[in-house]
């Protein structure tokens, strides 16, 4: 006969139950203890993660993003509506996630990848969690591959490489979408995916770029995410996060992705916000102590991977809007210390009808060059040069009116440069194109032109060379060198032009 009390075996089992209970109540379910400004403090989920999903009582999702001693903060990912005091909160054990997949390609979502394009639900069959560690350095390749952005003055000037992070940074209306949105035109027949996050805009503007890309049919090859400004702050703030999940999963396929983060200025508000709601302590500019953290871990994701991890490349093209001209406030020199390089662009040369407004001194590719094909490189080589010459020459110059003829030649080359880099929106240009222009105006061939006829004889110049000299232009698309015959060749074809021309003008 046993000597164990019936006493103590209730007792022991009392204790199993109440301790079972309460782990299981405390670890996986909790309750709202206040909810406002899209931001619910929930009490009881002890086991929560940072960056998780929960599950609210109404069918609302949200993400936890603080962690505290009684309680934690959860940012809503949907409509307040029915969460109220006391209601029920149920952790879900996942990280928040996307859908990803082909599927995906051609259409319009929001920042939880749902479709908001009226073209029904997307069938796809895998999720990737919207924050991931970036790529290690064992698993990343250097910067060899160019991507083309079809816009003279930055394949020129600022090439832009496969797996790079190049930022566009400039004033309010100074171009800084038209030179997203003209590269991915230009990736059409090139194999990259292209994914355009609008965090911020106004739904009107996203439209636009979608009837934009439709009619050239970019949307083909393209994704838009989708989280306007009359969207809840946390929307804003996952929309660039989910849009890198997307693009990782083509490159862990071994395909090329391009990413448009439109804009990076209005994300870190959007956090701001959120950290602001979350009682977090505010810093510089009452931002919080980790917005540097906040931009590097969504661009570093960027990169060319090698062959045994996947072998594909995402390039970032990060937007941020400057006030007045300041690219030394706080968020413009964080993400200016982050990336491989920026394309400024300046409210002056805008107006002044320099369009895209390039500033040539403040623009910089670090790694692109290395990716330059050697025809546009050759050809481009004493293009900033020249215009640096130019720039200066003609602060000193512009009060004086007697000018040495060394003076007046470098003037009127400059001048002439600066004409054959004006290009209309929504015609990016093939590589070919490009070089023979650049060749006809870095070698001067162009300086005894009337300022007005440059664009459209460096055009009728690049189409005459189509039709005789195919395949030099063929050499040149398919990234060969500008050798002497080939420089000869075009010479002789702008000789040949401008006295056909010249005629036209006379008459």
Not at 38 to 61: H, K, P, S, W
Not at 68 to 87: C, Q
Not at 102 to 119: H, K, S, T, W, Y
């Amino acid at each position: 006969m046993s000597d164990t009390r019936p006493e103590e075996i209730v007792s022991i089992l009392r204790e199993e139950i109440q301790g079972y209970d309460t782990r299981v109540r405390r670890a996986e379910t909790g309750t709202v203890l206040e909810v406002g400004d899209g931001i619910a403090v929930v009490y009881g989920l002890d086991r929560a993660v940072y960056g998780e999903l929960v599950e609210f009582d109404t069918g609302t999702r949200g993400m936890v993003m603080n962690l505290t001693r009684d309680s934690v903060g959860v940012v809503l990912l949907g409509a307040a509506d029915g969460i109220r005091e006391g209601g029920s909160v149920k952790r879900t054990g996942r990280a928040a996630d996307v859908p990803v997949g082909e599927a995906m390609i051609g259409r319009v979502v929001n920042a939880l990848g749902q479709p908001i394009d009226g073209l029904g639900p997307i069938e796809t069959t895998e999720t990737r969690p919207v924050e991931r560690e970036a790529s290690g350095v064992v698993t990343r390749k250097p910067v060899t591959v160019p991507l083309q952005t079809g816009i003279l003055a930055v394949d020129a000037m600022v090439p832009i490489g496969r797996g790079q992070r190049e930022l566009i940074i400039g004033d309010r209306q100074t171009g800084k979408t038209s030179i997203a949105v003209d590269t991915i035109l230009n990736q059409k027949g090139k194999d990259v995916i292209c994914i355009y996050v609008a965090i911020g805009q106004k739904a009107s503007s996203v439209a636009g770029i979608q009837a934009t890309l439709k009619k050239y049919g970019a949307m083909d090859y393209s994704i838009i995410v989708s989280a306007t400004a009359s969207e809840p702050a946390p929307l804003q703030y996952i929309a660039p996060y989910a849009g890198a999940a997307m693009g990782e999963y083509f490159i862990a396929k071994g395909r090329d992705v391009l990413i448009v983060y439109d804009d990076l200025s209005k994300h870190a508000v959007a956090y701001r916000t959120l950290s602001l709601l979350l009682k977090r302590s505010p810093g510089r500019e009452a931002y919080p102590g980790d917005v540097f953290y906040l931009h590097s871990r969504l661009l570093e994701r960027a990169c060319r991977l090698t062959e045994e991890y996947g072998g594909g490349s995402m390039t970032a093209l990060p937007i941020i809007e400057t006030q007045a001209g300041d690219v030394s406030a706080y968020i413009p020199t964080n993400v200016i210390s982050i990336t491989d390089g920026q394309i400024y662009l300046e409210t002056g040369l805008f107006h002044s009808g320099q369009r895209p407004a390039v500033n040539v001194g403040l623009s910089v590719s670090r790694v692109g060059g290395a990716a330059q094909t050697k025809a546009v490189k050759k050809s481009a080589g004493t293009l900033r040069i020249d215009l640096a010459r130019f720039r200066e020459l003609e602060v000193f110059t512009q009060f004086s009116s007697d000018l040495d003829k060394a003076t007046q030649q470098t003037l009127n080359h400059g001048r002439h440069l600066l004409e054959l880099l004006k290009q209309p929106l929504y015609h990016p240009m093939s590589v070919s194109r490009q070089a023979v222009l650049l060749f006809a105006g870095t070698s001067g061939l162009l300086d005894d032109l009337p300022e007005d006829k440059v664009r459209p004889f460096v055009q009728e110049l690049a189409d005459e060379l189509e039709r005789t000299a195919a395949p030099l232009m063929e050499k040149l698309d398919a990234a060969g060198a500008l050798e002497e015959a080939d420089q000869e060749t075009i010479r002789a074809a702008a000789e040949e032009l401008k006295k056909r021309e010249r005629a036209t003008w006379q008459a």
